[in-house]
C-alpha cells in the first residue's frame, strides 16, 4: 500500500426503513416509518502496483465505515433543516 495515499471522508444520509415480519405478515420488529441515518466512510486510493490491481484509472477501497447518527422519527421538515457533520 502506499505510504501516503490520498484518502478522503465521504458523509452522507440515508433513509432507511426496519421493519421485521412474522410468517404471517405481522410486524415483530421495527415498522412502516423511515429512519435517517448518517455514515461517514474513509475511502483510501489503492497504489496502481498493488497485487491484483490492472486498471486504466484510479481505484478507490472503502478502509472504514462508520454509522454517526440515527434519527428514530424522521419527517419531511428535517430533510429541509440539513444538520452539518463534524467529527
Given amino acids: ?3 501516503h495515499a490520498p484518502i478522503i471522508i465521504v ?4 433513509q432507511q426503513v426496519y421493519c421485521v415480519r412474522d410468517r ?3 410486524v415483530t ?17 489503492v497504489d ?4 491484483g490491481e490492472d486498471a486504466n484509472h484510479p481505484i478507490w477501497k472503502v ?3 462508520q454509522q ?9 421538515s428535517f430533510l429541509h433543516g440539513c444538520c452539518s457533520l463534524q467529527f
Avoid at 29 to 45: E, K, L, R, S
Avoid at 68 to 76: D, G, I, N
Fill in 11 to 14: 458523509t452522507f444520509q440515508t
Fill in 1 to 3: 500500500m502506499m505510504e
Fill in 29 to 45: 420488529d421495527g415498522g412502516h416509518n423511515p429512519h435517517g441515518v448518517y455514515y461517514a466512510w474513509a475511502m483510501q486510493q
Fill in 24 to 26: 404471517n405478515g405481522d
Fill in 63 to 65: 478502509r472504514e465505515m
Fill in 48 to 51: 496502481p502496483e498493488e497485487p
Fill in 68 to 76: 454517526l447518527e440515527f434519527q428514530p422519527s424522521f419527517s419531511a
